[in-house]
């Protein structure tokens, strides 16, 4: 497939919004109803319209509760809920890995376990929909990429069940950390955390984007309207030109070291990832004077190259830089998941230039099967495998 998807947050991103831009594009008003139908969830009742923000068209999804009576859960709760549901197997895998992300960052900015985190505004039934729906919508249009812009941080405070929060709020930025930000931009919160970890679990790239044809335009409104810019969120659907797939452009960062305690690598390379390298390795290498060394290798979106070099310099004994423009030419891949008897799976899928596809169990999701005693690293790639030819 050569189908991708470029999410323009020129306003920033919600759930309702993508939900909204999702629908805008695939047009699956019907199927997704239907599918909605399977979740066993009840008291209320899902709205799609036609509206404007600022003279610019749209649509405006939204979730009408019954009753307004708080709601809270956790974790394990809504694991169980969306996993009772009928919804496909991917969408299901991909919504639960959403939900995982937001307790994640929410354990994290709160200090404590992810299993203990209390869900208020987003265990409330409208968030469920909201990230059923659009998983669901997400898998419907069934890009083998996605990729988004620069975030707008937004101004000022925001209301939380804990109380007035700073804008981005603190488990947004924890779930965006090494995403580009314009800090400052836009009245209000403008990246909500369900925004936030939709475009993780859609696993978008903040790279460049290749070329491509446009195919298609979604455009989604939100629910509010900010001074002076229409409040949307876009998503644009375009397949990769012929020529150019899987063609983009990094940096490739260098630095000879022989004079570093090597235990210094590990937090080195935290950093360099948070800072938005794509890739780190570091090779022995004979250095000057016969002394035994490393070449410290980074790839990493020229845009980056400010806080990659900052990470580099301040976490080791390297007093200088090379780097140069590499272009890059990658498989065309998506991520995919399969529910196995250990539980749910994601499978990177990688297109070969005969049109085959080479599916890869991923590693994280194997080693916590493995470490959980469930079963061994050659089972768990067998049933892969077996599931995903099915």
């Excluded at 299901?92 to 929410?106: G, N, P, Q, S």
């Excluded at 994601?346 to 994280?364: H, N, Q, T």
Aim: net charge positive; aromatic share 6%; hydrophobic share 40%.
């Amino acid at each position: 497939m050569n189908k991708i998807l470029f999410f323009d947050c020129f306003s920033g991103i919600a759930g309702d919004m993508t939900c909204a831009a999702l629908l805008s594009l695939s047009g699956a008003e019907k199927e997704l109803r239907r599918a909605l139908r399977g979740l066993p969830v009840r008291g209320y009742r899902v709205s799609v319209e036609r509206g404007s923000s600022a003279g610019m068209a749209g649509t405006r999804f939204g979730v009408k509760l019954s009753s307004r009576k708080s709601s809270s859960r956790h974790l394990p709760e809504i694991v169980s809920l969306l996993r009772r549901s009928s919804l496909p197997d991917h969408v299901k895998v991909r919504a639960v890995a959403c939900f995982d992300l937001l307790a994640t960052a929410e354990a994290k900015v709160h200090g404590t376990k992810k299993d203990k985190v209390h869900f208020h505004e987003v265990g409330a039934i409208d968030a469920i929909v909201d990230i059923a729906a659009a998983c669901f919508l997400f898998d419907a249009v069934g890009p083998s990429a996605a990729f988004c812009s620069a975030l707008p941080g937004g101004s000022g405070e925001a209301w939380s069940s804990h109380g007035k929060l700073p804008v981005p709020g603190p488990a947004t930025l924890a779930l965006l950390t090494g995403a580009p930000w314009r800090f400052g931009e836009g009245d209000g919160e403008t990246v909500t955390p369900t925004g936030a970890a939709l475009l993780r679990a859609f696993e978008v790239s903040f790279e460049r984007p290749p070329e491509m044809t446009v195919r298609g335009v979604g455009v989604g409104l939100g629910h509010r309207e900010i001074p002076g810019r229409p409040n949307l969120l876009r998503v644009v659907e375009g397949e990769i030109s012929a020529g150019v797939k899987g063609r983009d452009r990094v940096l490739e960062v260098e630095a000879n070291i022989d004079d570093m305690n090597p235990q210094r690598f590990e937090v080195l390379m935290e950093r360099s990832f948070a800072a938005g390298a794509l890739d780190v390795a570091i090779l022995p290498a004979t250095m000057k004077k016969n002394r035994p060394g490393w070449v410290l290798r980074i790839l990493c979106p020229e845009e980056r190259l400010e806080l990659v070099s900052a990470a580099v310099f301040s976490l080791s004994t390297a007093i200088g830089l090379r780097y140069h423009a590499c272009d890059r030419l990658k498989l065309a891949r998506r991520i995919g998941s399969v529910e196995t008897r250990f539980g749910p799976v994601r499978v990177k899928e990688a297109e070969l230039p005969d049109g085959s596809v080479r599916p890869v169990p991923e590693y994280d999701d194997v080693k916590r099967i493995v470490r959980a005693g469930k079963a061994t690293f050659e089972q768990v790639a067998f049933e892969v495998a077996a599931k995903w030819r099915r």
